[in-house]
Nanobody, 125 residues
Framework: QVQLVESGGGLVQAGGSLRLSCVVS????????MAWFRQAPGKEREFVAV????????HYTDSVKGRFTISRNNAQNTLYLQMNSLKPEDTAVYYC??????????????????WGQGTQVTVSS
């Protein structure tokens, strides 16, 4: 069974930074494409960023381009999301997700096979 555990969320002022981590159990981390999603209160879960198994290819939603960076360390089974220049509208629960289609850069949440429990990010104005 694959388990994903996020950490690194918290409360930060607008303009600040946070780094989220997602540790994945199991030996097959380097065969998954990995993504971050977020869900604000009263809204649907939305795509944030995705990275292929090798780390060579990434894709971001337009609202975070130039501010967020997704990366991974396959030796440590860990996915990261560096978030800079945070805005109040970035406030949400952030989830990491794994897709067995290792080359996929897909945005639809339905294609992801495994999910973490989420970590809260709150950006104050």
């Amino acid at each position: 069974q694959v388990q994903l555990v996020e950490s690194g969320g918290g409360l930060v002022q607008a303009g600040g930074s946070l780094r989220l981590s997602c540790v994945v159990s199991g030996r097959t981390f380097n065969t998954y494409a990995m993504a971050w999603f977020r869900q604000a209160p009263g809204k649907e879960r939305e795509f944030v960023a995705v990275i292929t198994w090798s780390g060579l290819n990434t894709h971001y939603t337009d609202s975070v381009k130039g501010r967020f960076t997704i990366s991974r360390n396959n030796a440590q089974n860990t996915l990261y999301l560096q978030m800079n220049s945070l805005k109040p509208e970035d406030t949400a629960v952030y989830y990491c997700a794994a897709n067995r289609q290792q080359y996929s850069l897909g945005e639809r949440k339905e294609i992801y096979d495994y999910w973490g429990q989420g970590t809260q990010v709150t950006v104050s104005s």
